[in-house]
Nanobody, 125 residues
Framework: QVLLVESGGGLVQPGGSLRLSCVAS????????MGWFRQASGKEREFVAT????????SYEESVKGRFTISRDNAKNMAYLQMNSLKPEDTAVYYC??????????????????WGQGTQVTVSS
């Protein structure tokens, strides 16, 4: 069992930055691949980024490549999503998710076993 709690969301102007954090508890964090997803109002939950258990490999949704960076610190049981050059279309509730144990990273939401409660990100002037 893994409990995930996100933080770091908020209101930011276009072009600004935010760093989302996700703290995990309840199991061995380093055995889980992690992902970030987002859900805009009235839309399906969509993939944003994923990272392997070791943190050595990552993958991004096309629209966030070059702007967002996923990372993790296994010693602190933390996953992060650094978001730069934010656009209004990035507005959504952002969720972190854990897949595992001992699973590879995935961009498919149905592959993930545990989800956080989400944190709102609003990009507006």
């Amino acid at each position: 069992q893994v409990l995930l709690v996100e933080s770091g969301g908020g209101l930011v102007q276009p072009g600004g930055s935010l760093r989302l954090s996700c703290v995990a508890s309840g199991s061995t964090f380093s055995t889980y691949a992690m992902g970030w997803f987002r859900q805009a109002s009235g839309k399906e939950r969509e993939f944003v980024a994923t990272i392997t258990r070791s943190g050595h490999s990552v993958s991004y949704e096309e629209s966030v490549k070059g702007r967002f960076t996923i990372s993790r610190d296994n010693a602190k049981n933390m996953a992060y999503l650094q978001m730069n050059s934010l656009k209004p279309e990035d507005t959504a509730v952002y969720y972190c998710a854990a897949r595992g144990p001992f699973s590879y990273m995935s961009s498919w939401k149905n592959d993930y076993d545990y989800w956080g409660q989400g944190t709102q990100v609003t990009v507006s002037s």
